[in-house]
């Protein structure tokens, strides 16, 4: 019997967006795909050896993910993502990424790091599919099939996001990992979390934020949860187009859930070492102060201590309550 070949990705960065997608298209072509356990402490730690100490949190972990590949699969998917969308760009460590890990990393599987360059069309995405599924198959049909079917799930998954669902649940439901669509729990409190998917949704490195929240009865909402339609509309509220895609959702996202005035709490987390966040950051805090909004910005970094995060995640929303029950005692039924 031949043994399928076998394909490692890790669990960061853009996995959250785009792995429904990947698994399907390189199943279909008949990879055995293995994803990296979630991030624990011991996967942190090894990244941090081997990646640059100017770099920021998430990449440090994506090495410590790599690393987990190592010597169990045949490939490695690194794709370089270089642009997802129309005139603008992912980050360029996303571009550096698969040279940084060769640079720092020895003796790993051969890397799939098909650049992924979608500056100037969405049809660029065919040189792509194409120089991966040559990885696999000689047959364009094939791959086309699989392509197509692998978008197809992805659609999916951004419908089941659209319906309130956070990530790991939507990948939950499409691998029928759960029986039905989780039911939404309206609490009474209703937080946006605005980051980048890789830092709120990795439970190691946000300190398990979205859990904590759930806990304390608090709904959390997420740009994941929008449409592009929605997020374009209001990031081109900026004055001049954000050309970074992950800034532009944040922003399109937090402006909407304020502008809506549906929430009770904002909450920005971004990344020590992060360029981009500082920017976006600032102009999300100065909007939700505009709007009367709470606000927390949280900085994470390989020292964040769970402790400290847990106080101030408790301070804000004793905040939040006090003011939704007293805006509710002034205003009667605000
Ligand atoms: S956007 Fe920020 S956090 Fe993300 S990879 Fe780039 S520098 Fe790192």
Redesign the pocket.
């Known amino acids: 019997m031949v043994m399928p070949v076998k394909v490692g990705i890790p669990r960061t960065?853009l996995y959250y967006y785009y792995y429904p997608m990947w698994r399907v298209f390189l199943s279909e072509l008949g990879a055995a795909v293995m994803l990296t356990a979630p991030s624990t402490k011991r996967v942190l730690d090894q990244g941090l050896k081997y990646a640059i100490d100017e770099?920021?949190?998430?990449?440090k972990l994506t090495f410590g993910h790599v690393l987990e590949l190592s010597g169990k699969v045949d490939y490695i998917f690194l794709p370089r993502l270089v642009s997802v969308a129309n005139r603008e760009y992912v980050?360029?460590?996303?571009m550096g990424l698969p040279d940084m890990v060769r640079h720092r990393l020895a003796g790993l599987p051969p890397l799939i790091d098909v650049a992924v360059n979608l500056r100037r069309s969405g049809m660029d995405i065919y040189p792509a599919v194409w120089a991966v599924g040559r990885f696999f198959s000689a047959s364009r049909i094939h791959i086309l099939k699989a392509y197509r079917r692998s978008v197809k799930i992805w659609e999916r998954y951004s419908r089941l996001l659209e319906r309130g669902l956070l990530p790991e649940d939507a990948m939950a439901v499409i691998e029928d990992r759960l029986e039905k669509v989780p039911l939404f729990l309206e609490n009474k409190v209703c937080v946006a979390l605005i980051g980048?998917p890789?830092?709120i949704y990795d439970s190691h490195i946000s300190m398990n934020l979205i859990q904590r929240l759930r806990q304390m009865r608090v709904t959390v909402v997420t740009a994941e949860n929008l449409s592009e339609k929605i997020i374009n509309r209001n990031a081109a509220r900026l004055p001049k187009r954000m050309y970074?895609t992950?800034g532009r959702r944040m922003i399109g996202a937090a402006f909407h859930y304020l502008a809506q005035n549906s929430i009770d709490g904002m909450i920005h987390v971004a990344?020590f070492?992060?360029?981009?966040?500082s920017m976006t950051g600032e102009l999300i805090e100065r909007q939700a102060r505009h709007c009367g909004v709470p606000f927390l910005n949280l900085v994470l970094d390989e020292h964040t201590g769970e402790a400290g995060v847990a106080t101030r995640l408790e301070a804000f929303l004793d905040m939040v309550r006090w003011r939704r029950d007293k805006g509710v005692a002034e205003g009667g039924s605000q």
């Open positions: 960065l770099i920021c949190l998430p990449i980050c360029p460590k996303f980048h890789y830092n970074w992950l990344a070492g992060c360029g981009p966040d």
